[in-house]
């Protein structure tokens, strides 16, 4: 069986936290697990971690988010930029993936689906969480 690389991986954790978004936007009953099936056929623990983990800690994602986006809130902008930078936050506070490449990824993952400004704010946000976080470390 073919391996996944983990930026792959994130694609889908990105497309799952846009599909769930969009269901609570909709009020459309959904199960995570199921949504997660939808995008990915076998079963990932990275895909888990990281989808449960922004789930279950949204609120304070979104709150360090809101904290460093000037004048903005994480909930203005699309979908798909809140599911990037989601998931960014997500990984540079509660794993062990190093700084850099969640911020790496992220990008990517902006080039792809954000457009300019919206990636600049995202790298801008993960920039400041970043070394706000190795000030205090």
Same mark, same amino acid.
Not at 83 to 102: H, K, M, N, S
């Given at each position: 069986?073919?391996?996944?690389? =983990?930026? $792959?991986? =994130? *694609?889908?954790?990105?497309?799952?936290?846009? #599909?769930?978004?969009?269901? @609570?936007?909709? *009020? +459309?009953?959904?199960?995570?697990? *199921?949504?997660?099936?939808?995008?990915?056929?076998?079963?990932?623990?990275?895909? @888990? /971690?990281?989808?449960?983990?922004?789930?279950?800690?949204? *609120?304070? +994602?979104? /709150? !360090?988010?809101? @904290?460093?986006?000037?004048?903005?809130?994480?909930? =203005?902008?699309?979908?798909? /930029? #809140?599911?990037?930078?989601?998931? %960014? !936050?997500? $990984?540079? !506070?509660?794993?062990?993936?190093?700084?850099?490449? &969640?911020?790496? $990824?992220?990008? $990517?993952? %902006?080039?792809?689906?954000?457009?300019?400004? &919206?990636? @600049?704010? +995202?790298?801008?946000?993960?920039?400041?969480?970043?070394?706000?976080?190795?000030?205090?470390?």
């Amino acid at each position: 069986m073919e391996q996944i690389t =983990r930026s $792959e991986l =994130r *694609k889908v954790i990105m497309t799952i936290l846009y #599909q769930i978004d969009v269901y @609570k936007n909709n *009020k +459309i009953d959904y199960e995570v697990d *199921k949504v997660i099936n939808e995008q990915l056929e076998i079963d990932n623990e990275f895909v @888990k /971690d990281c989808v449960y983990g922004v789930i279950t800690n949204q *609120k304070d +994602i979104d /709150d !360090i988010a809101n @904290k460093y986006l000037n004048k903005w809130t994480i909930t =203005r902008l699309g979908f798909t /930029d #809140q599911a990037i930078l989601r998931l %960014a !936050i997500y $990984e540079l !506070i509660y794993t062990d993936t190093p700084e850099v490449v &969640v911020i790496n $990824e992220a990008i $990517e993952l %902006a080039k792809l689906y954000s457009d300019d400004e &919206v990636r @600049k704010m +995202i790298n801008g946000v993960l920039d400041k969480i970043y070394h706000n976080k190795v000030d205090h470390e």
